[in-house]
C-alpha cells in the first residue's frame, strides 16, 4: 500500500498542485493543500486513490475559497488601514506580458460554469473519463458532451478578451 | 451514412472510448470527410484548451520527497493517537466521577438519616480509640473489643501539596482500632453496616485486610507492600481499599479498589482521601464485579500506569 502511495505521489502531485492552483490561485497555498491532501491519503488508504486525491483536494479548495471569501470580509473591514507589503515591482516586460495572458486565461476559466471548470480541469489533470464521473456525479455518457462544452467555452471566452483588449491597444 | 457527434469525436481524441468504438470511428473518418474536419477542428480546439491551461500553472518548484511526506504522515498519527489516548483517558474518569455522582445522588435521596448516620460514623472513629466505642457510638448493638492493629510505617511523602490539583492522597489516617469487620461471619449476630465517616481509614496489615474484608486486596505481585489502608463494606457495595507498594525506583504507587462511587469520591474530594495532590496521574479500569472500579495512581507516565493496569488485571484473573 505504501509503495502505491509513493507511485501515486510521484506520478500526481504535480497534477494535484496545478488542479489546486487553478482554484486558489496562490502557489504556496496549492503546495500547502497538495501536501494536506496526500497526508490525508496516508490516514485514509482509499481504495481509489486516484480519484481520492482529486476529490479531496476539490474539497479542500472548496474550503479554502470559503475561508478567502471570509479574510475578503475581514480586510474589507481593515481596509482604512495601510497595506503593510507594498507591490514588488515588476523587473521585466516578459512578467509582465506572462501575468497579463494568466489574467486573460483566468478571467476565461472564471466564464464558465463550475460543472464545466471542474470537468474540464479534472482533464486536464489527468483523470480519465469514469474518473471525472465518479467525482462529478455526471453520468459517463456526458463527460464528452461537458468537455466539448467547456473547451469552445474556455476558447471563446479568451478570444473574446484578447480582442477587447487588441481594440483598447489601437483605439 | 450517420456522422459522429461532437461528444463522441472528443472522447474518441481523449482516448475515452473501447477498442470496438474507436475501431468504428476510425472506419467512418477513413470514408467521411466532413467527419474527419470535425476531428481535426476538435483536435485543434482540444489543443488550444490544453495550451491556455497550461499558462495557468503554478511556478515549478521540487515537491517534498515521499519519504519526508511520510515521516509527517507518522507525526500526524501519532499525535492523533495521543489525543485519542488522552480523550479516552478523561472520558473514562468523568464516566466514572458520574456514576459516583449519580449513586451518591440516589443514596442522598433513598430512606435513612444519612447525615446522622455519617455523624455516628465520625463519632464513632473518634471514640473507637477510647475503651467504650460502642456505647459512645449508639450505632452498635454491643461493644466490640478493638482489633490490635501492626503499625505500618507510612512512606515519607516528599511531594508538596498543590491547592490546585484535583487528585490527592491525604495522609494516612491515623491507627485506630476500629472493629467490628472481623466480627462478620462469626457465631454472634452480625453487625449492622456501619457507616463509614468520609475519609476515616484504617490502616491494617496485609492479612487482616484480607480477613476483614473477606477479599484480596489490590496489588502488583512482586512489589513491597508498605501500607494498606480499608474502609469497610457499605451495604452490598464491597469495601474500599488502597494498598500502597513501593517500586524498584522507589516511588510508592497506589493501588485502589472499591466501589465506584466510592473510588470516584477519592478523586474528587481533597484532605479527605489517601490519594494526594501531586502531579500523580490515575489509570482506571472497571472490574468485571459489577459496579467496583480498580485504579492505579502514582507520579509515573500514564503509560507505565496504564502498563502497571494492565499487569495488575492480568495478576487478578490468574489468581
Known amino acids: ?171 | 451514412m450517420r456522422h459522429i457527434p461532437e461528444d463522441e469525436l472528443h472522447a474518441y481524441l481523449d482516448q475515452a472510448l473501447s477498442r470496438g468504438q474507436c475501431v468504428e470511428i476510425e472506419t467512418h473518418l477513413a470514408a467521411c470527410p466532413a467527419c474527419a474536419a470535425e476531428r481535426d477542428a476538435i483536435a485543434a480546439l482540444r489543443d488550444r484548451t490544453t495550451l491556455l491551461l497550461t499558462t495557468l500553472a503554478p511556478p515549478r518548484r521540487i515537491p517534498p520527497s515521499f519519504a519526508e511526506l511520510a515521516a509527517q504522515a507518522a507525526g500526524r498519527r501519532a499525535q492523533r493517537r495521543e489525543r485519542l489516548r488522552v480523550a479516552l483517558w478523561a472520558a473514562s474518569l468523568v464516566g466514572a466521577l458520574g456514576i459516583g455522582y449519580a449513586w451518591r445522588g440516589s443514596e442522598s435521596a433513598g430512606p435513612g438519616p444519612q447525615p446522622a448516620a455519617r455523624d455516628g460514623g465520625a463519632g464513632d472513629a473518634r471514640i473507637a480509640a477510647s475503651p467504650a466505642p460502642a456505647a459512645a457510638t449508639g450505632t452498635i448493638s454491643r461493644p466490640v473489643a478493638p482489633v490490635p492493629v501492626t503499625p505500618v510505617t507510612a512512606p515519607s511523602r516528599t511531594t508538596p501539596h498543590r491547592g490546585g490539583a484535583s487528585l490527592a492522597l491525604v495522609p494516612p489516617a491515623p491507627v485506630m482500632a476500629r472493629t467490628a469487620m472481623s466480627e462478620f461471619g462469626s457465631d454472634t449476630l452480625p453487625l449492622e453496616p456501619q457507616p463509614v465517616a468520609e475519609g476515616v481509614w484504617r490502616t491494617v496489615t496485609w492479612d487482616n485486610a484480607q480477613r476483614e474484608t473477606g477479599v484480596t486486596p489490590p496489588r502488583l505481585d512482586g512489589l513491597p507492600v508498605v501500607q494498606v489502608q480499608v474502609q469497610p463494606s457499605r451495604g452490598n457495595s464491597g469495601p474500599l481499599m488502597v494498598v500502597a507498594q513501593q517500586l524498584h525506583s522507589g516511588e510508592v504507587i497506589r493501588t485502589i479498589e472499591g466501589p465506584v462511587a466510592d473510588v470516584s469520591k477519592l478523586f474528587t474530594r481533597r484532605g479527605t482521601s489517601p490519594v494526594e495532590t501531586a502531579e500523580d496521574t490515575v489509570a482506571v479500569a472497571a472490574l468485571p464485579e459489577h459496579d467496583r472500579l480498580l485504579a492505579i495512581q502514582g507520579q509515573l507516565p500514564p503509560d507505565s500506569l496504564r502498563a502497571l493496569m494492565r499487569r495488575m488485571r492480568l495478576g487478578r484473573r490468574l489468581h
Open chain 1, 1 to 171: 500500500m505504501a509503495d502505491e502511495l509513493e507511485e501515486l505521489y510521484q506520478t500526481t502531485y504535480t497534477a494535484v498542485v496545478r488542479f489546486l492552483y487553478r482554484k486558489v490561485w496562490d502557489a504556496d497555498r496549492a503546495e500547502d493543500l497538495a501536501q494536506e491532501v496526500f497526508l490525508r491519503a496516508f490516514a485514509h488508504r482509499p481504495e481509489k486513490p486516484r480519484s481520492w486525491v482529486f476529490a479531496v483536494a476539490a474539497n479542500l479548495a472548496r474550503d479554502e475559497a470559503r475561508s478567502a471569501i471570509r479574510r475578503r470580509k475581514h480586510l474589507t473591514l481593515m481596509a482604512s488601514e495601510p497595506a503593510v507589503l507594498p507591490s514588488a515591482p515588476r523587473a521585466a516586460d516578459q512578467a509582465v506580458e506572462d501575468d497579463e495572458r494568466h489574467a486573460q486565461v483566468q478571467a476565461a476559466l472564471a466564464q464558465l460554469t463550475p460543472r464545466d471548470r471542474e470537468v474540464l480541469l479534472l482533464w486536464d489533470a489527468g483523470l480519465s473519463y469514469p474518473e471525472i464521473a465518479d467525482q462529478t456525479g455526471l453520468a459517463l455518457g456526458a463527460i464528452g458532451t461537458t468537455l466539448a462544452r467547456a473547451r469552445k467555452r474556455l476558447v471563446a471566452a479568451h478570444d473574446r478578451q484578447f480582442d477587447s483588449v487588441d481594440d483598447a491597444a489601437h483605439s
